[in-house]
């Protein structure tokens, strides 16, 4: 991977909504009306902190692989997604990240495409599966190379998935 690390537009999904590792944060996070990070406060660029445009929403790998935490972190992606989907309204381009771009902030952004009106027929139609298949074309089409542009391999999401 780059040093300044990748992102995706995540056009399947929505065209101003961008999905991203934690690299590309810390070197472009600046370019974006809305960052919404899906980790710990430690591992964002500490002066992020601080700018009104970070939205920071705390959810670890380790909530998602605990069947005991599926209902906290079911609430935390629906808030999550509720954060994107308002800055979205709002006509802002979003960066939305985890710390590799694989698990957490695609979780937030199939949440996101369950919730469309728009994509609802389609994922009647196609199952979850097709829209994270969309995000991995949408992840490969941007350049994410080598294991980086996979999406969920952690099988906790796809139990988290079934409570929306």
């Known amino acids: 991977m780059s040093r300044t690390?990748?992102?995706?537009?995540?056009n399947s999904i929505h065209s101003r909504l961008m999905?991203?590792?934690?690299?590309?944060?810390?070197?472009?996070?600046?370019?974006?009306?809305?960052?919404?990070?899906?980790?710990?406060?430690?591992?964002v660029p500490r002066e992020l902190h601080s700018d009104p445009r970070w939205k920071h929403v705390a959810i670890d790998d380790a909530q998602l692989s605990?069947?005991?935490e599926y209902r906290a972190a079911t609430n935390i992606i629906r808030t999550a997604a509720k954060t994107v989907e308002k800055a979205l309204r709002r006509g802002e381009s979003v960066l939305l990240h985890c710390?590799?771009?694989?698990n957490?902030?695609?979780?937030?952004?199939?949440?996101?495409a369950l919730r469309d009106s728009r994509t609802v027929a389609a994922v009647r139609?196609?199952?979850?599966?097709?829209?994270?298949?969309g995000i991995a074309a949408d992840k490969l089409a941007a350049g994410f190379?080598?294991?980086?542009?996979?999406?969920?391999?952690?099988?906790?999401?796809?139990n988290l998935l079934e409570e929306f």
């Open 145 to 158: 190379d080598g294991m980086t542009w996979r999406t969920l391999t952690n099988r906790s999401f796809w």
């Open 5 to 10: 690390g990748r992102h995706a537009p995540l």
């Open 66 to 68: 605990n069947p005991k």
């Open 19 to 43: 999905l991203s590792d934690i690299q590309h944060v810390e070197a472009h996070w600046k370019e974006y009306d809305c960052i919404v990070s899906i980790c710990q406060p430690f591992e």
């Open 99 to 102: 710390a590799a771009g694989q």
């Open 104 to 112: 957490r902030s695609v979780a937030v952004a199939v949440a996101i």
């Open 125 to 133: 139609e196609h199952s979850v599966d097709a829209i994270v298949k």
